[in-house]
């Protein structure tokens, strides 16, 4: 259980979202759906800002990184090669006697609609057995609504990655390793959404496939796979190095995430590291490492440590999805290296058969961990042995997978701060202070006539906010006192505020052409050109 | 039917699309899915250029415009309120030989499936009589699925901002004239996906609702209406007046989204107008005109004129939506205005009644053209009455409502030009050059050293890259001849090519530190200073 300070912290986030258009309840006005937010005016823009930096990060700042917009209904076939189609699921148990339908690992937690005194599991009605119930959202593409046109919202939007992966290949002058980034809207029929934005049924995710070559392949061409030392948090990522195996690519994707994430706001004192036991790691993954924020709804652990919930998973995924994909395709999923075809014929035979082996007996242990049963071993040996000869092998993947909504949450309950003042007359009144980053902070700066009614002051204010507006979110107030105004851009995030005052006129003439900036976070007030606004913002925002 | 000419030209623009990566059909390796296409590396920057430049100039460049992100899956509440879950349909007939089913207004058109040589109508199956065909796609939401929880994919983002109205106006400091603005993707089970992107079942919409005052509002505060005279093309768009009827909004926004269209590359000679007649009005719209573009499918009208097929439709909305929902949700959604207030009990008691009236009669009669059995008029009228008086009204609404898509698909065939080039042989070869706007293109500037293996080439091309790939989206080449290279920034849409040589290193003193600069559209080369590329290729892009 959460600790009553912990919820008391949640609701004044959840009050505030609503309060200041962050995020509302999804069709409000008809009573919410379950499960479903929207964001307002200043949620829609935090959220836009976080997208646009992660694609920035992840595909136009670098060479090796490609991006894909799928569409969120796709062939079905996706999900049965995938694997969600039969095993994307929780149990569920009906109750004969008052027809609900529950999730069976919660029965001790859900009340009984018919004796809300008791729990589900103490209320004596007859429960069928626990079914497996799919998570997919299906509906029906075409006009006839048959078993036939039966398809599903993605469930992630991985798989549409592997999907085009090929075309993406062809079409985009890469070679392994690179990646194929993609942002958008995925959706799971949770039964239980909770914690405000953290589990919904509709959300939306940013997720990196980054290919790489299998160890064998590195190790055929490179002699050895090397591995990577503990980045120093406080230098630059090591430079990706053509031997790196699996290991280093996870561990440097792990760094460069973790440098994403203090780059917008949250320290390194604000995430928690949680590393999947072999029992926790789904069928297909080699390791996962989950980047968890410690959310006011953490749960305490054992020794009374706030370990954080989940942001984003960095997975090594083997070939378990490409190779699905071309089993239930009928399409080839391999790559053609010449290095490693020229490397290949130059090895001893003995050296050939150990890396084939060992290539092989990967390949196959992952599909016998998802219970697939494989093609029979001889030819599928055969198959991978000659493939490598001719330079050909299936990529395997790391997978930095981030959930937005998770992140704006994250922001929000890092950004939150009350500060308390007392006036001369020992009143004291308590404010919010939203203290985003600047580079996701929904608007940058608050541009403010001193009066609104002296239309010199007014004049002057629109050239800065039109000055300013073409390269940031720029908010004009001219309403009420100078102090409510920072105080309203306080609660919004808003990092800077510039005050045009008589002295931007020329009243004390050695400040004609200055403005006041003052900072959000301590209040500081200093006077600063006009001429030199553009260039100081754009230094803190980008 | 489209002529042989025009339906080669699709052919090479969907094949250019596929080989260089801009759209690929969705889940191709498993056969596509009729309806759904994927946006590849290029196309997944092309459209998120212009979503961020409509989301720029909608909200950002203007104090009157907040946004709005919501969810696809919203209360089911929401579509009845609207009118589709009743009428949001096909007309569709069954064939009881052959099974399948049709669209009622296009059996001369399609084949039978039993007997391909005839078209539907002509095989003699015994058919049912056309039936409505909701095109909303529907799925169940909780873990039950029963009717209670049926729900539907939005067919718009344009109820969301409706429903969410009231929260917008509390939270945004906005008063009316104001916009909501959201950009997102919609679904609609089209029977007859077709024409490539232009109609498929999943696609984005970029959507604002512009709400104004009704006319009988301005005429109490301002004594008349103002209306607007044709603006001139060739300078800004008049900026609005308190005074404006729905009118001159209407015409105001019309200007304005052409002017978006002209500003990345679409001149109004591609473009063309529909002004609905009345017939084909929808049931709550009192005017719309549609922007239109002459895509190679576009078909020539009795005169042998191309007027184009639809990028964008400017409505007016008059108060439906709004009043729809306050009718389903029990929620009001009228807004006070104090202006009107004092205004009104200044009028003369004629004046009051004439007005009242006609306020009244016009939401009464959008009520009845919808097909809805409005309240008790005595009532409806004593309370619009009564609710002018006190300074409340429902707003109107202007919608300029635009298709991602079908924008993407006019630039690309704006773009696309071939070509033909004769060497000193005589031997001719034709190329295709992407002709797309700087403020669009995918790949803003391509880097490229004029030799791959000269290391202090390829370090000079580095520093280049490294910067300008803060500000732009950038193509490091090092492949093949330089012509190949630009050839191919020349397909992907490339406006510069810089290519780093000899001369760069100081072969040539005076040319020291310059690049050489080749221009997309003419082929045109000069040299230009490192130090002044930045700002030169800002503002061009921006």
């Known amino acids: 259980m959460a600790e009553p300070k912990e919820n008391v912290l949640m609701e004044k986030i959840v009050s505030l979202c609503k309060r200041r258009g962050f995020i509302f309840q999804s069709s409000e006005i008809y009573g919410g759906i379950n499960g479903f937010w929207d964001y307002g005016p200043l949620g829609a823009e935090l959220k836009r800002n976080v997208k646009e930096l992660w694609w920035h990060a992840m595909t136009r700042q670098r060479d090796d990184v490609a991006g894909l917009e799928a569409t969120i209904i796709m062939s079905p076939k996706i999900w049965e090669a995938s694997g969600h189609v039969a095993t994307f699921s929780d149990p569920m148990i009906d109750c004969k006697t008052c027809k609900g339908r529950f999730r069976a690992d919660q029965t001790d937690e859900i009340a009984c609609p018919q004796k809300p005194s008791k729990c589900v599991n103490e209320c004596h009605g007859e429960k069928t057995e626990a079914r497996a119930f799919n998570l997919m959202f299906q509906t029906y593409v075409g006009p006839t609504a048959t078993a036939a046109d039966i398809a599903y919202l993605r469930p992630e939007t991985a798989q549409a990655i592997f999907a085009q992966f090929k075309n993406v290949l062809e079409t985009s002058r890469q070679k392994v390793p690179f990646g194929i980034a993609q942002v958008g809207k995925a959706f799971r029929n949770e039964v239980t959404p909770r914690n405000f934005t953290f589990r919904s049924r509709e959300f939306e995710q940013m997720e990196l496939e980054f290919f790489i070559k299998p160890d064998e392949v590195i190790e055929a061409i490179h002699g050895s796979v090397a591995t990577l030392e503990t980045p120093d948090p406080k230098s630059k990522t090591p430079d990706p190095q053509p031997n790196w195996g699996w290991q280093a690519w996870h561990q440097y994707w792990v760094e460069e995430r973790v440098r994403f994430y203090e780059g917008i706001g949250l320290s390194r004192e604000t995430l928690g590291f949680h590393c999947q036991t072999p029992a926790e790691l789904a069928h297909y993954a080699r390791a996962c490492t989950d980047i968890l924020f410690k959310f006011p709804f953490s749960k305490k652990d054992a020794d009374g440590k706030v370990t954080g ?47 084939w082996k060992r290539y092989y007996e990967n390949r196959r242990n992952y599909l016998l961990k998802s219970g697939i049963e494989p093609e029979p071993a001889q030819k599928q040996a055969t198959d991978d042995a000659n493939g490598l000869a001719k330079g050909q092998y299936i990529p395997h993947v790391i997978e930095p997978s981030a959930g937005v909504d998770r992140l704006i949450l994250a922001l929000i309950a890092n950004a939150y701060t009350e500060v308390t003042k007392t006036d001369d007359k020992g009143k004291s009144e308590t404010t919010v202070v939203m203290k985003f980053h600047p580079r996701v902070a929904p608007v940058k700066v608050g541009v403010m006539p001193l009066l609104k009614n002296k239309p010199e002051l007014v004049k002057k204010a629109l050239e800065v906010r039109d000055l300013l507006r ?40 050695e400040l004609l052409d200055t403005v006041t900036i003052r900072y959000r976070d301590d209040g500081r007030q200093e006077r600063q050109k006009i001429s030199e606004l553009l260039e100081f913002l754009l230094s803190k925002i980008r």
């Open 470 to 509: 073409p390269w940031m979110n720029v908010f004009y107030d001219d309403g009420g006192s100078i102090g409510r105004r920072y105080a309203r851009q306080d609660e919004a995030g808003t990092p800077f505020c510039l005050t045009i005052d008589f002295d931007t006129l020329g009243e004390k003439p």
């Open 309 to 355: 919930d989940e942001l984003e998973g960095i997975a090594a995924r083997s070939d378990f999805d490409l190779s699905q994909h071309a089993r239930f395709s009928g399409k080839p999923m391999g790559v053609f290296d010449d290095e490693l075809r020229a490397a290949w014929g130059k090895l001893p035979k003995e050296k050939q058969d150990d890396l």
